[in-house]
């Protein structure tokens, strides 16, 4: 599932490599960080975002959800920020479940939830 806030040039492309991406764009547009959550949720899916303020949902609100991965690369041209989450969903995609997961252009933290 894919927050508005993920540029729709990167759904394109997760979709391309086969991916399931629903984006909230195209479904719900508008709604709240917490209608997102519950939806990514309850969809089972991992919700895909550009928002750091899914991290106070999940850590200080301790808010329900399947996995979060932040994207933290706007520095860096679309082109590199596919490339690596590309990277990042081909090397840990199976271990990404109920983690926190920041990509930032340097690095990947991968944090456990406590729910």
Known sequence: MADESVDFRIVRALRNKNYVVDAIVELNPGISDDEILEIATESEALLLT??????????????????????RMSELPIESRILKLNEVLDKYLQSLEDKFTVISSNKVRIREQKQ
Request: proline fraction near 0%; avoid cysteine.
């Open 50 to 71: 550009e928002d750091k303020d899914f991290g106070e949902l999940t850590f200080r609100l301790r808010k329900r959800n399947k996995g979060i991965i932040l994207i």
